[in-house]
């Protein structure tokens, strides 16, 4: 890779949750100052953006090995998706028009397909672990440039919980905007789960506190419902939304049921908590309140955010009193939900609620940024994760490198 204060391109790949596709971007990144200065936060620029979709019924097929996949599938599905990611770094170069051999660099998150942040006791040691597949060194190898995946384990190797890690981009974000401003910056990622980052107004004699954890379900099981009750993927534009009426009741009977939204951060969560069986309870509750199929989907819809709203009130509020103004950016699918945006701002009293493009940010590319950036901060030997947002004892460098070998080929005689 090139030196410092030089232009590079890099490739940034990530499907969440929902299991739709593969988010890629491409980036030109410029490094600021000497590599392995703590200011030396990269510049980076958005230079193509696209979702590479998962071949049909490939979903479903990763969603049943979440719950119970063989070592077997395993171990097909990983080279499977590696091949699928690499294909998604090709589409978004020539989106970008720029020809692979240029590329510097691919980070690849994978998909997650189990995660583990609650210790766990195993022969005496106390273990959290999570595993995403779609392996590196298979993209590596497949589009001809050195790839870094498998980011998560690192920081649960420090006593962190391997997530939230987009507080990275979250954190060099909001100190853009609001480094010299007495006011409070949030970004709310909503994919198939929520997670918020805080930047905390400044106070005299004191540093700028950020914080970053999940917060719930996003739209993980409004979209298993829309699947069930509609046959479509998800509520395009919060249409079905508006046309139902929020049920206090079931509601009411989400909060006091949902064991994670209230837990003090750090925190993470994903489908092993919000699975099947968890939607199978609303539908039973709603089949017993009598609900409508457009009730159902607006009060489940009204939960995440409130769910928001409840880790917003106890745990970022009291840190953000001293603030003029707080906003709130909000990024992923969720923020082209309208009947979502507008129940998230009618629940943040106080709060303006925008969408992260006002930040300069694709919505829809935020995580996939991340990843590049990330896989960016590891090849050049930096730390990526945030230990106020993982719980990490420390700051390590995140992922692995899967580099590929230049073998130079003597020129034949003449």
């Known amino acids: 890779m090139a030196g410092q204060d030089s232009k590079v391109y890099v490739i940034g790949l990530m499907s969440g949750t929902s299991m739709d596709g593969i ?65 998604a770094a090709k589409a978004v170069a020539r989106a970008g028009r720029l020809e692979m051999g240029k590329v510097a660099l691919i980070g690849s998150h994978g998909q997650t397909v189990h995660h583990m942040p609650a210790p766990q006791s195993l022969y005496g040691y106390q273990i959290t672990s999570t595993l995403q597949i779609g392996d590196p060194s298979i993209i590596a190898n497949e589009c001809g440039i050195t790839t870094v995946g498998d980011f998560r384990l690192a920081d649960m190797a420090v ?83 508006f046309l139902g009426k929020i049920s206090s009741t079931l509601l009411q009977e989400l909060h006091d049921k949902d064991t994670f939204v209230p837990r003090c951060p750090p925190k993470s969560t994903g489908r092993e908590y919000y699975d099947h069986s968890y939607v199978e309870r609303i539908m039973a509750l709603g089949k017993t309140l009598n609900l409508s199929t457009e009730d159902l989907i607006a009060t489940v819809t009204d939960f995440t955010a409130a769910a928001v709203c409840a880790n917003y009130e106890q745990f970022i509020k009291p840190l953000i009193a ?58 050049r030997g930096r730390p990526g994760n945030v230990p106020s947002a993982t719980g990490a004892a420390k700051k390590v460098i995140l992922g692995k490198i899967c580099p590929v070998y230049q073998q130079h080929l003597p020129k034949a005689s003449t």
């Open 23 to 87: 988010d890629a971007c491409l980036l030109e990144i410029t490094a600021v100052g000497d590599l392995h200065s703590s200011e030396a936060i990269p510049r980076w620029t958005l230079v193509s953006f696209l979702t590479h979709p998962y071949p049909v019924g490939l979903k479903g097929d990763l969603m049943r090995i979440c719950s119970n996949g063989t070592v077997g599938e395993l171990c097909g599905y990983n080279v499977l998706l590696g091949k699928l990611f690499a294909e």
């Open 159 to 241: 006593g962190g919980q391997g997530a939230p890690l987009v507080p990275y981009l979250d954190q060099t974000l909001l100190e853009r905007y609001y480094r010299e401003k007495k006011r409070a910056g949030m970004l709310l990622n909503i994919g198939g789960i929520s997670n918020i980052s805080a930047y905390v107004p400044l106070t005299q004699g004191k540093e700028r506190d950020f914080v970053g954890f999940d917060c719930g379900p996003g739209n993980v099981l409004v979209d298993h419902l829309m699947k069930q009750l509609y046959g479509v993927e998800y509520d395009k534009d919060g249409k079905i939304g």
């Open 322 to 379: 001293s603030a003029d103004e707080v906003d709130l950016f909000v990024s992923g699918g969720g923020a082209k939900n309208n009947f979502l945006m507008r129940r998230l701002q009618e629940r943040l009293n106080g709060v303006e609620v925008y969408s992260a493009e006002k930040l300069g940010l694709n919505p829809d590319a935020k995580e996939a940024v991340c990843f590049a950036l990330l896989g960016y901060e590891t090849y």
